[in-house]
């Protein structure tokens, strides 16, 4: 069974949160009172993490409707080569992987989506299929929510939009045998003010309103000579043009959402690397070749970190999506 590009991803995600699952059995009971701090993390993590998902399950979406008759593989396999102008509405629970599973397990909801774009051969071979879109995600179907499982907040996304920009690149060599990349930018502008409900159980919703950017690049290399060489390769990178945030690498770009949340402002920084190795052949095996990850908080100006999803889970009882 070949992985689709986000069941790839949440494989990922899954080998991780075993380690992060036995973090927050460690932690015991969420204190009654948090700290501002905490607090503040928890609820800047949740919305970020709904930001994530939905732009993930937006592309996922587009690329399933975008299936080709002509290439004898599911989209499931082949993600975005085709994807074309449309508009549909995205139904969170229909995305799920070859076995049935769910691959958006803590979103739920629906929302509406718009794509602008094109699609045309590279030259001068035309070996290449190279696309570009803009997809906006509207949340006009009713709310959609995303529950983080170790805090417990759920944050909601019930109006608004936002757009982002999608460029696709797809080399077919053989059904088997074929290179993808996916390029995702999302800019959420100050205005007009694009806003996440936090609900925390027993206390008051929270608002945060969200502006910034996320640059995610996913690439999927499929591979089979049929002679025992037979494997998927996933490369992911999230970060962004914020530079200057880590002392130890000013060159490096990080994501850069600001969140406002009351008299409170909490900027996130992170970047984010993996690359996971599938090998069917003579039994189905998983390798992380690289996973590095780099999170740093600036909380009305004081800045904190780095930190990994684990560190964030023992350090402020919350994880977060990739």
Known sequence: MRPT?????????????????????????????????????????????????????????????????????????????????????????????????????????????????????????????????????????????????????????????????????YHNISPQNWDVTLDALLTIPTTPTFAVTVARTGRPNRTVTVAGTRHAVTTLQRRNDFAGNNTTVVDRTVSGAATGVNPANTAEGYTSWTFTIGADTVVWNRFFHANLRWAYQPTVTRTINALSERIFITRNGAKIGPYTTLQLIGAFQTGMEH
């Open 5 to 169: 590009t986000q069941s790839a991803l949440s494989s990922l995600s899954s080998a991780i949160a075993l380690g992060l699952l036995l973090v927050g059995c460690a932690t015991g009971n969420k204190p009654a009172e948090l700290d501002p701090t905490t607090a503040n993390v928890q609820e800047g993590a949740a919305a970020d993490s709904a930001l994530n998902q939905t732009m993930d399950a937006a592309t996922e979406s587009l690329a399933n409707d975008a299936s080709s008759p002509t290439t004898g593989v599911s989209t499931r396999s082949l993600p975005a080569h085709t994807v074309r102008s449309l508009d549909q509405v995205v139904v969170i629970a229909s995305l799920v992987d070859a076995s049935g599973q769910p691959l958006f397990p803590r979103l739920s909801g629906s929302f509406s989506v718009h794509t602008d774009g094109q699609v045309i051969p590279s030259s001068p071979t035309g070996a290449t299929l190279l696309g570009t879109h803009t997809v906006t995600v509207v949340f006009d179907q009713g709310p959609v929510t995303y529950t983080e499982p170790t805090s417990g907040l759920v944050a909601t996304l019930s109006s608004g939009s936002y757009t982002y920009q999608l460029d696709t690149s």
